[in-house]
């Protein structure tokens, strides 16, 4: 199977959770499974494919062959930072009350990031204040669900969209001879109206605080003051979306390194929950493999990595003897409220992992600039959390919150996110060696 970006089409997902082995022997990481995917050209709904694909699993939480966001098992490649954009993020304006980057003033993040690292990470953005407005959230929430999520695709957790590269002035010219913006700009881009709008109100949103270079990275058909050109103009946008469940998260991972370029953006509907930043150590294979949205278990979680461990319906404290040995030293766990956004660039994107913990409550501590706790007070809930109304989240059964000594326990709903990247130059045209492995 293969096609071009130029092609709109989306991939859906199955969860195939019964599917799910743990193997330890790295010879033995890779499985051959079957697994369904149905190719759809979802512009005026052209044609429906389903398709049955034989490929290669690699990683030992993963449920699926993960053709667009999972290595092939031996790409250990630890990449190399575009020397372009070595990034220390500075916001560029004040108008926002908490702008900030992590590490410098993180307004709210969960209680074990403070335990085990003050350092900053170079290329993550993420301000809780930011929040995209509401009714653009509910939009792209409902129409997510609806469109993608529900009905027969009830057993999906992750559909891919892709989005055309625009294309250079000449083959603009060529391909449409009027040029005519509109046309470009919607219904020719191969995304759906609900995420473009959500692209621009990003776009808008971001443009005050991220600084240029980010700006022009992830929006690069806009004008954002930065002096050079993006290198993602005239790349292919993917748009992935997950959907999780309470209980369920993502392995830590990397983005893929030869598929997607610099500039990941993310974005939370419907609840909040922890991501989980670490740094790749000195020599150590950067993890690209990772699990769908799953409940399955996360070994590093349940070992290593948080000093609050919740299960079931409780959320609990956990004693730092109980949280077990061999946690690096550059960790950081930042909750994303929903309707937050995170961008990841540089060193975030290439140098450390993230991923979100499989649990139903995040245990979550209110932290200033200088580490020191601020009160809960409402309009600090209201601006960190975005949760102040108990009531809105109702479809979603989202966010249930305990006061737990020192901090906050949330409780997660369905949380929907949909996560923009930009493809590299020929990773638009996939499945070759998926089918080479079929033979
Ligand atoms: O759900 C999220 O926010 C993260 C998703 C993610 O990291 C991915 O799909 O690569
Ligand atoms: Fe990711």
Redo the contacts with the bound molecule.
């Keep these: 199977m293969s096609f071009s970006s130029s092609e709109s089409q989306h991939y859906h997902r199955k969860r195939k959770l019964s599917l799910s082995h743990e193997v330890d022997d790295a010879s033995q990481r890779r499985r051959h499974l079957k697994t369904s995917l149905r190719l759809e050209i979802p512009t005026n709904s052209v044609e429906t494919t389903d398709l049955e694909l034989e490929s290669a699993i690699s990683g030992a939480d993963s449920l699926f062959d993960d053709i667009f ?1 999972e290595a092939s098992g031996e790409e250990t490649s630890t990449g190399t930072l575009p020397s372009s954009h070595s990034l220390v993020e500075v916001p560029k304006s004040s108008s926002s009350p908490l702008p900030l980057t992590l590490g410098s003033v993180p307004a709210l993040r969960s209680f074990s990031s403070r335990l085990h690292s003050n350092n900053s990470i170079p290329g993550l953005f993420f301000d809780p204040s930011i929040l995209i407005p509401a009714d653009i959230a509910n939009e792209v929430f409902d129409f997510c669900l609806k469109t993608y999520f529900s009905g027969r695709n009830a057993n999906v957790n ?1 559909v891919m969209l892709f989005g055309r590269a625009s294309p250079p002035p000449s083959e603009e010219h060529e391909s449409d001879p009027d040029s005519d913006p509109d046309k470009r700009n919607t219904n020719l881009t191969g995304l759906p109206p609900p995420l473009l709008s959500l692209l621009s109100s990003l776009s808008s949103l971001l443009l005050p605080s991220l600084p240029p270079i980010t700006h022009s990275l992830l929006f690069p058909d806009s004008s954002s003051g930065s002096a050079s050109p993006s290198p993602n103009l005239h790349r292919a946008r993917q748009a ?1 979306i ?1 959907l ?1 469940h309470p209980g369920e998260g ?1 392995t830590p ?1 990397v ?1 893929l390194l030869r598929r997607f370029g610099d500039g990941i953006l ?1 974005v ?1 509907f419907g609840s909040g929950c922890v ?1 989980e930043f670490r740094k790749v150590g000195e020599g150590e294979d950067v993890p690209e493999t ?1 699990a769908a ?1 799953s409940s399955g278990t996360n070994r590093l979680t349940n070992t290593t990595s948080t000093s609050v461990q919740t299960s079931g319906s409780k959320c609990e404290m956990r004693t730092k003897a109980e949280e077990g040995e061999g946690f690096g030293t550059d960790a950081y766990d930042v909750y ?1 409220p929903e309707r937050s956004v ?1 961008v990841m660039s540089g060193d975030a994107r290439y140098k450390w992992t ?3 913990p499989r649990r139903k409550w995040d245990y979550v501590e209110d932290v200033t600039q200088d580490d020191t706790r601020v009160g809960l007070d409402e309009g600090l809930r209201e601006d960190s959390l975005g949760n102040k109304d108990a009531s809105k989240n109702e479809a979603t059964g989202s966010t249930t919150e305990r006061s737990e000594g020192r901090g906050r326990c949330l409780e997660r709903g369905t ?1 929907l ?1 949909i ?1 923009f990247r930009f493809l590299l130059p020929g990773a638009e045209i996939v499945g070759l060696e998926e089918e080479k492995q079929a033979e």
């Design positions: 966001d992750q992935i997950n999780y993502i991972h983005d993310g939370s991501m990772y949205p994303l995170i993230h991923g979100i949380r996110s996560t």
